[in-house]
């Protein structure tokens, strides 16, 4: 019995410190697609003031969309003063590979400067909505549930073979609090745009701060 608990107890830390390295590496890899996201931003704003006085409306999408992103998932306040009215698709990043598209060149030096806009348009769009759907990977439910069931098979032989006392009581709940919050940073850590755990906006505020300067 004692050896059965013993791998259990394995297998569980197993596959709890698994499931943290995982999740981890969800939530660096989603700081980093926001960090590459900025970055472009700011790149391709710069590409577009070098276009010319013509392309202020594209820039001001480009930061529209920007904010109203921020604004849906951060809830920043220092963006309230954005009229968020002008946040609607039509005017936002859903359509910033068309605005630029639609430019007219009057030179070599503009035309190249389009090409260039439209690659980081079209690599921004992309990495915006890799970024959504790398959010949309979840735990799976039935995994979850045998981890439960797992700990708590264990926890009763623990409390089963322990004496019942408050220093039995108290190891246990330090125990299952510690689990539980494991547990709590494995489903936080998948989810890195929602929830108390977000990654940083950093990268977005100083992106913002420069775009349309």
Known sequence: M?????????????IIGLLLSSAKDSYDEASAGLT?????????????SLYGAETKSVRDNLRIGIASGM??????HSLQQLDLLMSDKSNGMANLYRNIHELSPQNDS?????????????????SRWMLVEQTQEKLPAA????????LTVLFVHFGLMGPPNRTTVSALTICAL???SAIFFILELNNPLEGPIKVPSAPLEKAL?????
């Not at 050896?3 to 569980?12: K, Q, R, S």
């Not at 590459?36 to 577009?48: F, H, N, P, S």
């Not at 995994?143 to 797992?150: D, M, N, P, S, Y």
Request: charged share 20%; aromatic share 8%; net charge neutral.
């Open 110 to 126: 503009q035309k190249n400067l389009k090409t260039e806009a439209l690659e980081l348009s079209k690599d921004l769009l992309q």
């Open 71 to 76: 604004e849906r998932i951060w809830h920043s």
């Open 143 to 150: 995994f979850l549930v045998v981890l439960i069931f797992w």
């Open 36 to 48: 590459e996201m900025g970055a472009k931003a700011i790149t391709l704003d710069y590409v577009l």
């Open 209 to 213: 701060a420069i775009i349309g300067k």
């Open 178 to 180: 510690s689990l539980s």
């Open 2 to 14: 004692i050896t059965a608990t013993g791998m259990l107890a394995t297998l569980v830390a197993l």
